[in-house]
């Protein structure tokens, strides 16, 4: 199960745009065992734990 997550998480890239801060959300390419969903990694600060959600999630 680790390494199927690590593979997911090796693919996220950050959504920052100029003048946000980078390092507090992250998406991958959608997974197809996740019904071809992208998972969102997010962060509340940098350096913070990580939240991992599907983008119809609500906080």
Known sequence: ???????????????????E?????YVTPPVAELGSRPVWLARARPGGPI???FPA???
Do not use: H, K, N, S
């Open 57 to 59: 999630d609500r906080c």
């Open 21 to 25: 801060e980078p390092g507090l959300l």
């Open 51 to 53: 939240t991992a959600r």
């Open 1 to 19: 199960m680790c390494a199927a997550l690590r593979l997911v998480v090796a693919g996220a890239y950050d959504t920052a745009e100029p003048g």
